[in-house]
């Protein structure tokens, strides 16, 4: 609970400092002057949420992110495992997809006003290719540092291609995959936006630059805070499917003033005990470990 009030508190904080440096003109060398106070936002916010367009631009928003994130997640996942498996399909797909990957994909928006009838599907044309390159890259490097023993493993007990991908390589890679992908909905959310306020119709995107059209800032305020936090919603939502989907991986608690220590589920957290005890209990299992590593050279000897 101390984390979520510190979190609320820094938010707080934040507004707070905005408030007073637009209410009191602070020109210093930033022109706070020029910025609407968080009262104008907070007005300007409550006028637009009262009406129906806000929710038909956010709707807009959200399914163009939605559509192109899920292209991006399949195609970059498939790509990345494919380039990282195969040698041939390396040489083959790996030169163009690294000229092409250093292009912003904000630049792509001609090509997709030429490429597609409608500037909905060159929307979602630019939002995947913005999210396809961090989880391409993210997912082949993830998969490459995976260790070979867990391959020759399945080899060794009669195990295929796909039982390798489905029980070693997708497993194995899976917390890089979510790495990447949690990159790239950031990424997609900075592509739409800026592919909306180019050849967009409706969107917060497209929303915001019309309010900077019109000298209206408060507007554009709204449209930024709406942004803002779409894109730690989708984040967050990401980040929380990848923990749930790597739960069977040991997790680390971080104790103030120490060293991490695992956790593993189901285990009641270890108790905090003097530096005594500790070093007894350290004392007692090195001592446990010789006793067995004993026994079991006698084992052996015996067999």
């Excluded at 390798?164 to 990447?180: M, Q």
């Excluded at 120490?258 to 589920?265: E, S």
């Amino acid at each position: 609970m101390s984390r979520y009030v510190l979190r609320v508190a820094s938010l707080a904080a934040a507004l707070g400092a905005w408030q007073l440096l637009t209410s009191l003109k602070v020109d210093l060398w930033l022109r706070f002057s020029q910025f609407p106070t968080v009262i104008d936002v907070a007005r300007a916010f409550a006028g637009r949420v009262s009406g129906s367009d806000y929710w038909t631009d956010l709707t807009d928003s959200v399914t163009r992110i939605l559509t192109g994130f899920a292209l991006a997640a399949v195609l970059g996942v498939a790509t990345g495992v494919l380039v990282a498996r195969s040698r041939l399909a390396e040489d083959l797909l790996g030169p163009v997809l690294e000229v092409i990957r250093p292009i912003p994909a904000i630049a792509l928006v001609p090509v997709a006003i030429l490429l597609f009838p409608s500037d909905e599907q060159g929307i979602v044309f630019i939002t995947c290719t913005a999210a396809f390159f961090p989880v391409m890259v993210s997912t082949r490097h993830a998969v490459r540092a995976l260790t070979p023993v867990w391959e020759e493993a399945v080899l060794t007990m009669g195990g295929g291609r796909w039982r390798i991908l489905g029980s070693v390589v997708l497993p194995g890679a899976l917390p890089g995959i979510f790495g990447g992908l949690s990159v790239g909905i950031g990424v997609s959310w900075i592509c739409v936006i800026s592919a909306e306020m180019i050849s967009g119709q409706y969107g917060v995107g497209y929303r915001t630059w019309q309010d900077y059209t019109i000298v209206n800032y408060p507007g554009v305020f709204v449209g930024m805070v709406t942004i803002g936090v779409l894109g730690w919603v989708t984040s967050t939502a990401v980040e929380l499917l990848g923990r749930w989907l790597t739960r069977w991986l040991p997790r680390t608690s971080y104790v103030p003033g120490g060293r991490a220590r695992p956790v593993v589920p189901g285990v009641a957290a270890p108790v905090a005990v003097s530096a005594e005890g500790e070093s007894q209990k350290q004392s007692d299992a090195q001592q446990q470990s010789r006793g067995g590593t004993e026994q079991e050279a006698r084992d052996e000897h015996f067999v």
